[in-house]
């Protein structure tokens, strides 16, 4: 029996009936790898049980101390139902993009029953009408609390159920399974006095969430009557949240990202993708007619370790607002001005999503999710080192760069749906999956009542770097100097050819010489 861990607690006070702490995953499958062909939702049911020993998370639920005088414990649930936490949907027809981004936001505004498991997984069928899908494909959502991921165990939810091949390993049958008794209620109490002989303050704990729970009018209050001299602007995704939410996406290939950076020296592929969510956002704004003359910022999470705790220790959290240069007409410039941020600053360097999106492609899909998700949470809570006061976050969550199978089924879609917050109704998750990078927003239907739109004013804002990037590439490629073939049969005093009596020094700086017409022409058809 472990205890919730103090700053995990905070999801749970922090929860209201318009806010919940809830992470959600995102992947589409293609069936006709699996063996048959097809996979029917009872050898998911079947594989999901076949696993359940691999984590404790599965089974685990909380139990709260009486008076609450200590934090919760996970105790294990004797009651446990997989066939409540594993569930079959389907689309009504047609079975659009549309309707499945609205099935899915509706799934994850939901709150999980506190009384059970933290987590639930639908398998959602009839994707009749999604573009490059064959007959029968179907997604798996994952929607987990942020106080279940356990960072320290990698708990990797997703990772667990799938494969790298597509033949899926002979399923065992499931472990036999007893399940602790739970701790009595004068037990716990026990514990927490006991607790708080050593920590003395936890017997404030019950005022402390009264205070935390009108903590936030009373900021309010006073950020009204003191504004602060260097406040950000406030566009309508900094108001209070309603219990719905909306979710959109938008694929890219990482290699026209990597064309979109070279618009600037020394960029990464990370500062393009910034740039192209904050001209999305500008795009939507301005179309709106509520682009503001000030600049507006991002919460990007970030993780450092210290020194002398080595390697091996736990990441402290701390959190980086990154001014967007929204209000930069110029595509260009605004790519620059995020640039020279990213790079000087001594937090970002080292940040989730300071490095190449490859680079960190190999990390556990769930494992990554499980800190980024624990980051923006907490800095939606404002329990970082520092306060993060931002108009949106934008996260990474980085998938596998080669293709995965969940039962023989290729993975062929994967992102993330966030949680947003009051002050903080924006959130893009950017996905990475096997070359691809998936941005995708969450955010209020109040706020956005059109999620399509805005996932079209990213896509522009990405055509619009993508032409301008090309556009320099050919000019580049037209301005540079054409080799000249050397005159054939010239031979030097020696018998050799004068291309090889020619010093080395020389040859490199003359360039390269010309193909044969034939092996030229061979290249342009493989480019």
Same mark, same amino acid.
């Given at each position: 029996m472990r205890q919730l861990s103090k700053n995990d607690a905070l999801f749970l006070a922090s929860e209201s009936a318009h806010s919940n702490s809830n992470v959600s995953l995102v992947q589409i499958y293609d069936p006709s790898t699996a063996p048959a062909g097809k996979l029917q939702f009872k050898s998911i049911l079947a594989l999901v049980q076949s696993r359940l020993h691999r984590s404790p998370v599965f089974r685990q639920k909380l139990r709260s101390v009486p008076l609450g005088i200590d934090e919760p414990y996970w105790i294990e649930d004797e009651n446990f139902d997989l066939e409540y936490h594993v569930r079959n949907v389907a689309l009504p027809k047609p079975g659009d993009w549309r309707q499945f981004c609205i099935q899915t936001s509706r799934i994850h505004a939901r709150p999980l029953d506190l009384n059970r498991p933290l987590w639930e997984l639908y398998v959602i069928e009839g994707l009749d009408?999604?573009?490059?899908?064959?007959?029968d494909s179907f997604a798996l959502l994952t929607k987990l609390h942020n106080a279940a991921i356990d960072v320290r165990r990698g708990t990797a939810i997703i990772t667990l159920l799938h494969d790298m091949t597509p033949e899926p390993p002979q399923q065992e049958p499931p472990e036999p399974w007893f399940p602790e008794s739970p701790p009595g209620s004068l037990e716990l109490v026990c514990r927490g006095l006991a607790r708080a002989v050593t920590s003395p303050g936890r017997l404030t704990r019950p005022l402390r969430k009264v205070v935390a729970s009108v903590a936030p009018a009373v900021r309010s209050f006073a950020a009204d009557l003191l504004p602060s001299q260097d406040a950000l602007p406030v566009t309508r995704f900094n108001s209070i949240v309603s219990p719905y939410r909306v979710f959109e996406t938008r694929?890219?290939?990482?290699?026209?990202?990597?064309?979109?950076?070279?618009?600037?020296?020394?960029?990464?592929?990370?500062?393009?993708?910034?740039?192209?969510?904050?001209?999305?956002?500008?795009r939507y704004l301005d179309r709106n007619e509520e682009l503001p003359e000030q600049d507006l910022s991002t919460l990007m999470p970030v993780y450092v370790r210290d020194p002398e705790t080595?390697?091996?220790?736990?990441?402290?959290?701390?959190?980086?607002?990154?001014?967007?240069?929204?209000?930069?007409?110029?595509?260009?410039?605004?790519?620059a001005y995020i640039k020279a941020q990213t790079a000087s600053s001594r937090l970002i360097a080292r940040a989730i999503g300071a490095r190449e999106l490859t680079d960190i492609g190999?990390?556990? /899909? =769930? @494992?990554?999710? *499980?800190? +980024?998700?624990?980051?923006?949470?907490?800095?939606?809570?404002?329990?970082?080192?520092?306060?993060?006061?931002?108009?949106?976050?934008?996260?990474?969550?980085p998938g596998p760069s080669i293709p995965i199978y969940l039962n023989g089924a290729r993975m062929t879609y994967f992102s993330a749906i966030m949680p947003i917050n009051d002050g903080l109704g924006l959130v893009f998750a950017v996905t990475s999956y096997d070359g691809k990078i998936i941005v995708s927003p969450t955010s209020c239907r109040e706020q956005m009542p059109d999620p399509e739109v805005f996932a079209q004013c990213l896509r522009d804002c990405f055509r619009e770097y993508l032409a301008l990037a090309r556009k320099r590439a050919r000019a580049k490629a037209a301005a540079a100097p054409k080799a000249r073939p050397a005159p054939?049969?010239?031979?030097?005093?020696?018998?050799?050819?004068?291309?090889?009596?020619? /010093? =080395? @020094?020389?040859? *490199?700086? +003359?360039g390269p010489r010309a193909a044969p017409a034939g092996r030229r022409r061979s290249r342009a058809q493989a480019g």
């Amino acid at each position: 029996m472990r205890q919730l861990s103090k700053n995990d607690a905070l999801f749970l006070a922090s929860e209201s009936a318009h806010s919940n702490s809830n992470v959600s995953l995102v992947q589409i499958y293609d069936p006709s790898t699996a063996p048959a062909g097809k996979l029917q939702f009872k050898s998911i049911l079947a594989l999901v049980q076949s696993r359940l020993h691999r984590s404790p998370v599965f089974r685990q639920k909380l139990r709260s101390v009486p008076l609450g005088i200590d934090e919760p414990y996970w105790i294990e649930d004797e009651n446990f139902d997989l066939e409540y936490h594993v569930r079959n949907v389907a689309l009504p027809k047609p079975g659009d993009w549309r309707q499945f981004c609205i099935q899915t936001s509706r799934i994850h505004a939901r709150p999980l029953d506190l009384n059970r498991p933290l987590w639930e997984l639908y398998v959602i069928e009839g994707l009749d009408s999604l573009l490059d899908l064959p007959k029968d494909s179907f997604a798996l959502l994952t929607k987990l609390h942020n106080a279940a991921i356990d960072v320290r165990r990698g708990t990797a939810i997703i990772t667990l159920l799938h494969d790298m091949t597509p033949e899926p390993p002979q399923q065992e049958p499931p472990e036999p399974w007893f399940p602790e008794s739970p701790p009595g209620s004068l037990e716990l109490v026990c514990r927490g006095l006991a607790r708080a002989v050593t920590s003395p303050g936890r017997l404030t704990r019950p005022l402390r969430k009264v205070v935390a729970s009108v903590a936030p009018a009373v900021r309010s209050f006073a950020a009204d009557l003191l504004p602060s001299q260097d406040a950000l602007p406030v566009t309508r995704f900094n108001s209070i949240v309603s219990p719905y939410r909306v979710f959109e996406t938008r694929r890219f290939q990482l290699a026209e990202f990597r064309e979109i950076r070279r618009l600037v020296p020394r960029a990464t592929v990370n500062d393009a993708i910034l740039a192209v969510c904050a001209g999305g956002l500008r795009r939507y704004l301005d179309r709106n007619e509520e682009l503001p003359e000030q600049d507006l910022s991002t919460l990007m999470p970030v993780y450092v370790r210290d020194p002398e705790t080595g390697p091996g220790s736990r990441p402290e959290v701390e959190w980086e607002r990154v001014m967007l240069g929204v209000n930069i007409a110029d595509p260009v410039k605004r790519l620059a001005y995020i640039k020279a941020q990213t790079a000087s600053s001594r937090l970002i360097a080292r940040a989730i999503g300071a490095r190449e999106l490859t680079d960190i492609g190999t990390h556990s /899909p =769930a @494992a990554t999710l *499980a800190l +980024t998700g624990k980051m923006l949470g907490r800095a939606l809570l404002g329990v970082g080192r520092r306060a993060p006061i931002a108009n949106c976050a934008i996260t990474n969550v980085p998938g596998p760069s080669i293709p995965i199978y969940l039962n023989g089924a290729r993975m062929t879609y994967f992102s993330a749906i966030m949680p947003i917050n009051d002050g903080l109704g924006l959130v893009f998750a950017v996905t990475s999956y096997d070359g691809k990078i998936i941005v995708s927003p969450t955010s209020c239907r109040e706020q956005m009542p059109d999620p399509e739109v805005f996932a079209q004013c990213l896509r522009d804002c990405f055509r619009e770097y993508l032409a301008l990037a090309r556009k320099r590439a050919r000019a580049k490629a037209a301005a540079a100097p054409k080799a000249r073939p050397a005159p054939d049969g010239r031979k030097s005093s020696g018998g050799k050819s004068a291309r090889a009596a020619q /010093p =080395a @020094a020389r040859t *490199a700086a +003359t360039g390269p010489r010309a193909a044969p017409a034939g092996r030229r022409r061979s290249r342009a058809q493989a480019g």
